[in-house]
């Protein structure tokens, strides 16, 4: 059966979609975000079929995954991911939107002039309609600042998140791509307004770990959940490149985000030494990136993205995985050192 012949069928989602994926406190919030949530960041604008994004989001519910999280200028072009999701949300998910964490976000450019990036209270509250009008809901359960705004008051951008709440547009508000200091001010901003902040979206993988330099204190100090953007660094941390890079990778067809100066010998060296370990264990490097992460105790979720269900299908299985070792995260800790 082709992907558009199963799509055409009315969905019903899987009985047993609660079993098996674990739910986790978002900080001292009371919402539950579970373990693996789906980012639709690339694979879900106008250069993918709208039947395979049906398929994806199904299988992601199906497993459990209930946390979808889009952005403004998610696509391509920007804007489009929402407009696909609205779409398969009209079609397939309405009887399910109150089992979902639907998440967007503002601050990245949208449009020319001076209203159309940033976080204005302008941008931020004018992206936020956009947004609701472009998905077809009536609120988001989260609505992020996607960056910081250096030329704008955080008193501004915060209060435009309190707003989003108070106005029943957003059930919660979130911070992504926030320093540590900056996380603690917007926080106390936001506590203040009586809308505390929630969750923060970051980047954090093997290959990226600026998170650890001052970010996760703030997440214990203010109490927010952390959940992690990218944790599989664009695809270096999967088989996708330890031989080479393939013809129909997104690094050899020009992707905007990873790109073949990343691709150093010297990373493809790690990673595959990292597989090496991960196959000691039973999993697939993808998977022990995942459970990498999970070492820490600030991360509530792991953001992953996917073109193929099979993907989201492997991923979700690491959570059933044990936790790293301490002689196994040491060994990491080598291999992303150089150390012999």
């Not at 199906?62 to 696909?84: C, K, Q, S």
């Not at 976080?119 to 998905?135: E, F, I, N, P, V």
């Not at 093997?206 to 996760?216: A, I, P, Y």
């Not at 022990?288 to 193929?308: C, D, E, P």
Request: neutral net charge.
């Amino acid at each position: 059966m082709t992907i558009a012949e199963h799509s055409t069928e009315p969905y019903v989602a899987a009985s047993g979609r609660y079993d098996d994926l674990p739910y986790v406190r978002c900080g001292k919030s009371g919402l539950l975000l579970p373990r693996i949530s789906l980012g639709l960041w690339q694979n879900f604008g106008v250069t993918h079929p709208l039947e395979n994004s049906r398929v994806l989001l199904r299988r992601a519910f199906d497993l459990g995954i209930t946390h979808f999280d889009l952005a403004n200028n998610y696509g391509p072009p920007p804007g489009a991911a929402e407009v696909t999701f609205g779409q398969v949300l009209r079609d397939d998910f309405l009887a399910y939107r109150d089992e979902m964490i639907i998440s967007s976000k503002a601050g990245y450019f949208m449009g020319p002039g001076p209203y159309g990036d940033w976080g204005s209270r302008k941008y931020m509250l004018a992206s936020l309609d956009q947004s609701l009008k472009r998905t077809g809901l009536d609120y988001f359960d989260i609505f992020y600042s996607h960056r910081p705004d250096p030329n704008t008051p955080i008193e501004e951008t915060m209060g435009a998140l309190d707003h989003a709440v108070r106005s029943g547009k957003a059930l919660y508000a979130g911070i992504s791509n926030y320093s540590g200091e900056q996380t603690r001010a917007a926080a106390a901003v936001l506590r203040a307004l009586g809308t505390p902040c929630i969750i923060h979206q970051a980047k954090y993988s093997m290959f990226e770990r600026r998170v650890e330099t001052g970010l996760l204190d703030a997440i214990d100090e203010t109490g927010l959940g952390l959940i992690v953007f990218s944790p599989l660094a664009q695809g270096l941390l999967t088989n996708r490149y330890l031989d080479g890079m393939p013809e129909d990778s997104r690094v050899a067809q020009g992707g905007p985000f990873l790109k073949s100066e990343h691709l150093t010998p010297e990373k493809i060296g790690k990673a595959r030494q990292l597989n090496a370990l991960a196959q000691a264990r039973g999993q697939s490097l993808a998977q022990f990136a995942i459970t990498w992460i999970f070492r820490r105790k600030q991360v509530t979720s792991a953001l992953i993205g996917a073109s193929k269900t099979s993907q989201i299908e492997e991923l979700c299985k690491c959570v059933s995985a044990p936790a790293l070792t301490s002689d196994e995260a040491e060994r990491v800790e080598a291999i992303l050192r150089n150390k012999p």
